[in-house]
T-cell receptor, first 112, second 114 residues
Framework: AQSVSQHNHHVILSEAASLELGCNYS??????LFWYVQYPGQHLQLLLK??????LVKGIKGFEAEFIKSKFSFNLRKPSVQWSDTAEYFC??????????FGAGTRLTVKP | DTEVTQTPKHLVMGMTNKKSLKCEQH?????MYWYKQKAKKPPELMFV???????INESVPSRFSPECPNSSLLNLHLHALQPEDSALYLC?????????????FGNGTRLTVT
C-alpha cells in the first residue's frame, strides 16, 4: 500500500512569512494527491488536489502545490501566511480506488 | 459547514455497551468511509463502501461493524469496545470511484470508552 511522509511536525511562522510544507509518498504507480486542512475545532477540508495535467496546482486561500514525479513529492506553498492559516495540514495520497491515506500532519502556528 | 452529517457529536460508553454512530450525506456520492483519528494523529482508514458494498476493511477488529443501508447512510455499530478505542470517528464521502474526487468529511463523533 502507499504511504505518505510529512517532514515537518510543527512549523511556527510570523505573519507575511513564506510557507513550504514537505510531503513525500511511496508508491510506484499512478497516484492522486491532496492537501487537506483542519482548522481548530473544524472538520477536514480540501485545500487542493492533483491527479493529472499541470503539476503546479492552485487551491483555495492562496495555497499552491507542486507535484514532482521524480522526487515523489507534493509540497505545499504559500507566499505570505496569515494568522488565520493556523491549522493542521495533511497531505494525502489515493493510489487505488478510494484508498485515501494521510500523512502524519504538520501543525502550523502563525504568530500575529 | 459540512454536507456530511454525523450523529451523535459526543458519545460516552462503557465496555459492555452497544451503540451506533450514524453518518448521512445527500450529495449523491457513491463512496463512503469511516476513519479513526486519535489526538494529534492523522485519520486512519477503517472501512470503505462503494455502491453500498464493503470494498475496503483495514483489518479492523470485529467489535466495529459497519453497515451501509442505502447510498446516503453509513452506520458504525460498536460493541465491547476498549478504552483505547476512544477517538474521533470521522465519516467521509466522495463522488467517484477512481480516486480523483476529494473526500468530504463530517465533523466527527468524539467517542470515549470508559
Amino acid at each position: 500500500a502507499q504511504s505518505v511522509s510529512q517532514h515537518n511536525h510543527h512549523v511556527i511562522l510570523s505573519e507575511a512569512a513564506s510557507l513550504e510544507l514537505g510531503c513525500n509518498y511511496s508508491y510506484g504507480g499512478t497516484v492522486n494527491l491532496f492537501w487537506y486542512v483542519q482548522y481548530p475545532g473544524q472538520h477536514l477540508q480540501l485545500l487542493l488536489k492533483y491527479f493529472s495535467g499541470d503539476p503546479l496546482v492552485k487551491g483555495i486561500k492562496g495555497f499552491e502545490a507542486e507535484f514532482i514525479k521524480s522526487k515523489f513529492s507534493f509540497n505545499l506553498r504559500k507566499p505570505s501566511v496569515q494568522w488565520s492559516d493556523t491549522a493542521e495540514y495533511f497531505c494525502a495520497v489515493n493510489a487505488r480506488n478510494n484508498d485515501m491515506r494521510f500523512g502524519a500532519g504538520t501543525r502550523l502556528t502563525v504568530k500575529p | 459547514d459540512t454536507e456530511v452529517t454525523q450523529t451523535p457529536k459526543h458519545l460516552v460508553m462503557g465496555m459492555t455497551n452497544k451503540k451506533s454512530l450514524k453518518c448521512e450525506q445527500h450529495m449523491g456520492h457513491r463512496a463512503m468511509y469511516w476513519y479513526k483519528q486519535k489526538a494529534k494523529k492523522p485519520p486512519e482508514l477503517m472501512f470503505v463502501y462503494s455502491y453500498e458494498k464493503l470494498s475496503i476493511n483495514e483489518s479492523v477488529p470485529s467489535r466495529f461493524s459497519p453497515e451501509c443501508p442505502n447510498s446516503s447512510l453509513l452506520n458504525l455499530h460498536l460493541h465491547a469496545l476498549q478504552p483505547e478505542d476512544s477517538a474521533l470517528y470521522l465519516c467521509a464521502s466522495s463522488q467517484d470511484l477512481q480516486g480523483h474526487s476529494p473526500l468530504h468529511f463530517g465533523n466527527g463523533t468524539r467517542l470515549t470508552v470508559t
